[in-house]
């Protein structure tokens, strides 16, 4: 499934609207060469962004668990850079891109002065999955678990999901799905992951192991109000392969069925019917249309 997105033309940066050709990090910035940084995907629909708070919440738990909370926005903050990056570029949908960085000093591990952190953001026109999309699924493949061990924090460090959704989309697939050395699975490369036994949803549980996904909220709130069992609990890979159903969320891919794991079918090979009433229904929650 391609994803589509455009250049933009404006980022906040420095505290201030620039031409995004001259939103430039400099060399020596700490996110840059150490990976000292955490980062957000926000999805932007007519300038409303989808779940706000839990996402600043999210990069403000990260920040505070690595020194960077004094560079994190307050969630007003937020809210009128998105509104000032709208109405520059209001796209109808769009995701915004939010980064902290520990800053720029001198290149060493610990600076003499610890430098001001750093928050930059901007608005990227995208195309969401439409329903027609999650009524046809998407492949993923399973690898071995090759990232660091606090992936509840969304750090920048992205070279092994880069390597994995590489090897997905060498193998046919578009998702990669970690499994660690215990044979637990963790998450997606990029989403979180859910199974399908009957009517009851599964998921990993919140751990060090895994982001805790936005999405996943969403997710909850719709199984929630469906009356649809939800129960975080570890996975192994068996579970995946004997699955009724199997999907994924995230920001950019909302909520997708997988139809194929390793090359195999998921079930029948086609969406379940559990997964596709909660994809639905999260479309409608999506796009602003009333709950169920």
């Given at each position: 499934?391609?994803?589509?997105s455009?250049?933009?033309?404006w980022?906040?940066f420095g ?13 020596e ?7 000292e940084?955490?980062?957000?995907v926000?999805?932007?629909v ?14 403000a ?8 909370e004094?560079?994190?926005p307050?969630?007003p903050?937020w ?25 720029s000093a ?7 002065e610890?430098p ?7 608005l990227?026109?995208?195309t969401?999955?439409?329903?027609a999309?999650?009524?046809?699924g998407i492949a993923?493949?399973?690898v ?8 509840d924090v ?22 990669a799905i970690?499994v660690?050395?215990?044979g ?15 009517r009851?949803v ?9 982001l ?21 609990r570890?996975?192994?890979?068996s ?21 194929r ?5 998921v079930g ?8 596709l009433?909660?994809a639905y229904?999260f479309?409608?929650q999506?796009?602003?249309q009333p709950?169920?």
């Amino acid at each position: 499934m391609a994803l589509k997105s455009n250049d933009p033309g404006w980022a906040w940066f420095g505290g201030r609207l620039v031409p995004f050709s001259e939103a430039r990090v400099p060399v020596e910035d700490r996110g840059l060469q150490f990976g000292e940084s955490l980062y957000e995907v926000v999805a932007v629909v007519a300038g409303e962004p989808f779940r706000l708070p839990d996402h600043v919440e999210r990069m403000a738990a990260g920040a505070r668990e690595i020194g960077l909370e004094d560079g994190v926005p307050d969630l007003p903050r937020w809210t009128a850079v998105i509104a000032q990056l709208y109405r520059r570029e209001p796209h109808r949908t769009a995701i915004l891109y939010a980064q902290v960085t520990g800053g720029s000093a001198p290149r060493r591990h610990l600076p003499a002065e610890r430098p001001e952190p750093f928050f930059f953001a901007y608005l990227r026109r995208f195309t969401f999955p439409v329903p027609a999309e999650a009524a046809r699924g998407i492949a993923a493949i399973t690898v071995p678990e090759t990232r660091w061990q606090r992936r509840d924090v969304k750090a920048t460090m992205l070279l092994p999901a880069v390597l994995a959704k590489k090897d997905a989309v060498g193998r046919g697939a578009d998702e990669a799905i970690f499994v660690g050395q215990d044979g637990f699975v963790n998450e997606g490369a990029s989403s979180t992951v859910f199974t399908v036994h009957g009517r009851t949803v599964s998921t990993p549980p919140p751990t060090q192991r895994v982001l805790p996904g936005v999405s996943s909220k969403a997710v909850e709130a719709i199984c929630r109000d469906l009356g649809v069992a939800l129960t975080p609990r570890p996975l192994t890979l068996s579970d995946l392969h004997r699955a009724d159903e199997l999907f994924v969320a995230s920001t950019m891919l909302l909520l997708m069925p997988v139809v194929r794991l390793d090359g195999n079918p998921v079930g029948n090979g086609t969406p379940g019917s559990v997964t596709l009433q909660l994809a639905y229904h999260f479309q409608r929650q999506f796009w602003g249309q009333p709950g169920p």
